[in-house]
């Protein structure tokens, strides 16, 4: 496991121990930064499963991730724990911007690879560069195939029993019965967080700093959602081509001191503005909300198929209470997540008597659970 922080501790270790008692997996070793080693020592106590062996990397210490990105360093620890006659498998748990290093280099050497979500986040002198996603994708895509190595992405929503039975599959249903394409498509995933202004500065928990916010905070598992149900357009339409257009605006850490209740921001000593030329520093934050209108068009008619808004929005009423993050608690500011979703489709032809499922044209609407 590359990166043992509280997630891999309290979510997913579970799971190690069950396939370490059941026979699938011998042991599992961590490889993290030395600068975490304290941490990650006291972290390791706290566990009953411990693991074979634990390499502490080096770092500059001007970051969680400077140095991750050596593949010598990566290459010798990888070679030391790996266990004679015995197939290694990597888990990249590491801060996202590190995700590339250690993918790359499972991808060229032929090793299974899981890697956590979003699967990267390439930089540019330092900022997030998401033009070069597609890019750095297709590249490792196509050194994959020709190692025959696995690799995965942990998307835990494309195995959530709601949005897999209750959403996707019904919906699917409803898109064979009727030959009806989906005509519209509602999402909104609220965070209900509250960063103080100096956290979007200091935090290596989702760190808005380095240019990438809310879309890669976990909203990508609700745009993986989206594309989902529009995907289903294609049971009706299996041989038509369409198109993707969408407007965005978006909300930055330098907007917080307009939206934030004023009397709630001094008594947490946050009441002035951290940024006053918030010009010129927008872009260097990533953004804390994102609302975006979208329709789906078919190429060779240019007609309109579905229409529809993504909604991801972090900062949302929250329960914060507290000047100072507490310490060694997950996700400790003050998050009441919440999600809605709205879709429809329409019959083809008159709905009957004999349907029980949803009369022509209704819009189900539905509160479900967050996957942030």
Known sequence: ??????????????????????????????????????TIEERIQGVDLKPREVIY????????????????????????LRLPELPMKVYIATEVRAHEAYLRYCVENGIDSLVEKPVLAPLVDGRFAPYRITE??????????????KHSVMTLSRYHRIYNGELLRSLEERVRDWQAPVMSFHLRAAGGVWNLQHEYESRHDHPYRYGYGMVMHGAYHYIDLAVQCLSLNKLVFPDRRFRLE????GAFPTDQQLRIPKPAASRFEDGHPRWPDAESLARSFGETDITTTFWLVDIESDRTLTVGTLSFEQTTPSICSWQDLPEDVY??????????????CRPSTPHTSTATTCPAGTTRTRSMPSLG
């Open 246 to 249: 969408v407007s965005s605006f």
């Open 1 to 38: 496991m590359v990166g043992f922080d509280e997630i891999v501790a309290n979510k997913y270790l579970p799971c190690i121990r069950d396939a370490v008692e059941a026979g699938y997996v011998d042991s599992y070793s961590v490889i993290d930064l030395d600068s975490e080693r304290s």
């Open 136 to 149: 750095v994708m297709q590249e490792l895509i196509a050194q994959a195939g020709r190692t025959g190595a």
């Open 331 to 344: 996700n400790k500011n003050g998050r009441t997540s919440s999600v809605d979703l709205k879709r429809s």
């Open 57 to 80: 990397l080096p770092d500059s210490g001007h970051g969680p991730t400077v140095q991750r990105d050596q593949p010598e360093l990566i290459g010798a620890a990888l070679r030391q």
